[in-house]
């Protein structure tokens, strides 16, 4: 069941003092201008489903800082293990082992399929990517990776060579990780040409096909990195077959299959992992976001047979592992199972598709609508046909002014992205499409 946060349960807003204007100010003086944020709010509090800025206003929370927080901000379970592990011990990096370390990896493995049962920690998803970009390489010997037009897997050099959602991510970096080849996503809505409900030609593999016999041998390909639905991209949901398909040329051409689970995975689309609607096994899984609801931690996943290629000392990390993070991912496994939350995610993404499709009915809703679980995409289009991301930013804005957070993304923009915590009440859902739905309806009859 959903765990609900009552009036009386919220933190007080008045923990900092100031204007948010004056908190502006001061974040200008002193933070570096690079950080580009989704809204103008001023947080001073957040609890549950709830964020509470300096001033006091509450705002529904639909992004769950990026899919992080699935369990809402500061779940009691949460933050009683972390306040425990506070208590006991914060940081001995690579000097011991950790028992909590321990139990974190177990507790990450077991939600894995077989034979996938060896974890490395790390601090967040594009430590993550490195590290298996790096473990693919040095384990096959070969160099070549491929990677997905519209896929984003992170910002440090290795994460962005193999990120191709925006090109502003890339520009002015180059010359980046050589022996990267990106190809076609099957992004059917907008990049394939095969009439609805025929055979995805991309899907099929014949892309891939086309890559391995004119610019890059199969036999030099280390491994093949893909998102099981693209995230930034704009929650794009690839076409049954699809994994199935990586899966058979991986196995073919002696690749190994990463499946970059940073976004969609930890039980959001109402499975452990995306890729386990499709029943099939990466060779090695990427974690991070929601696997500490909020704490940074990633992982990297895979089995022993391949992990032990990884020679102790090959690589590392200072603070991957720390025990305050170790005891937030065991919490938040425990939680997600306990409180049958991956049932909830696919019951909140059916009470929000059949609103949004009435939407869609009365002429104003997106042009498409996609997603697994409580993992939601609305693309919107203008009556031309072209990408609308003016409406999604106006959208974004009047249902912030509602007291809704809502993100967007995707190549240009135009999708309107739906994370509610995965412990949101009916109330507080209803409460958020309700501010959605005026939102969306405004922008279309202005429109």
Not at 47 to 52: I, K, M, R, V
Not at 179 to 200: K, L, N
């Amino acid at each position: 069941m959903a765990t609900t946060v009552s009036q009386s349960d919220l933190t007080p807003p008045a923990v900092y003092g100031g204007t948010a204007e004056q908190w502006r100010e001061r974040d200008r003086r002193s933070v570096a201008a690079v950080w580009s944020r989704y809204t103008d709010l001023v947080i001073s509090s957040a609890e549950g489903s709830y964020l509470t800025d300096v001033e006091g206003r509450r705002y529904l929370d639909f992004g769950c800082g990026i899919a992080v927080t699935t369990l809402g901000h500061r779940h009691p379970d949460v933050t009683e293990a972390v306040h425990r592990q506070l208590d006991r011990y914060w940081h001995t990096s690579v000097v011991t082992q950790s028992v909590v370390m321990t139990e974190a990896a177990e507790r990450v493995a077991a939600i894995c399929p077989e034979p996938l049962d060896v974890v490395f920690f790390a601090n967040s998803g594009a430590e993550v990517v490195e590290g298996a970009l790096k473990l693919a390489r040095r384990s096959t010997g070969r160099q070549n990776i491929i990677s997905f037009r519209g896929g984003f897997h992170g910002r440090t050099f290795g994460a962005l060579s193999v990120t191709t959602s925006k090109a502003l991510y890339r520009a002015g970096y180059g010359p980046l990780l050589p022996g990267i080849h990106v190809t076609p996503y099957p992004y059917c809505f907008r990049v394939c040409d095969h009439a609805p409900g025929e055979p995805c030609p991309i899907a099929a593999g014949e892309e891939l096909e086309r890559l391995f016999h004119q610019i890059v041998p199969a036999s030099e390909v280390a491994a093949i990195l893909v998102e099981p639905i693209q995230g930034e991209g704009g929650y794009v949901v690839p076409p049954p077959g699809f994994l199935a398909t990586l899966r058979r040329l991986c196995d073919q051409h002696g690749i190994l299959l990463i499946c970059d689970e940073i976004q969609t995975g930890v039980g959001r689309t109402g499975r452990w992992l995306a890729v386990d609607h499709e029943q099939v096994v990466p060779d090695i899984v990427t974690l991070a976001k929601a696997l500490g609801n909020g704490l940074p931690v990633g992982a990297i996943v895979s089995s022993h047979q391949l992990m032990d290629r990884w020679e102790p000392g090959s690589h590392g990390s200072t603070f991957g592992g720390n025990p305050v993070a170790g005891a937030a991912v065991v919490a938040t496994l425990k939680v997600i199972e306990r409180d049958h939350l991956m049932e909830r995610a696919t019951k909140l993404g059916e009470a929000m598709r059949a609103r949004i499709e009435g939407w869609q009915r009365a002429g104003s809703g997106p042009a498409d609508l996609r997603g697994r679980g409580a993992l939601i995409g609305l693309e919107f289009m203008d009556q031309e046909g072209r990408p609308d991301a003016d409406r999604v930013s106006h959208i974004k804005h009047r249902a912030l002014d509602s007291g809704l957070v809502v993100l967007s993304c995707g190549i240009d923009d135009n999708v309107i992205r739906l994370l509610p915590p995965l412990t949101v009440s009916d109330a507080e859902l209803l409460e958020g499409l309700d501010i959605l739905e005026s939102a969306v309806l405004e922008t279309g009859r202005a429109g």
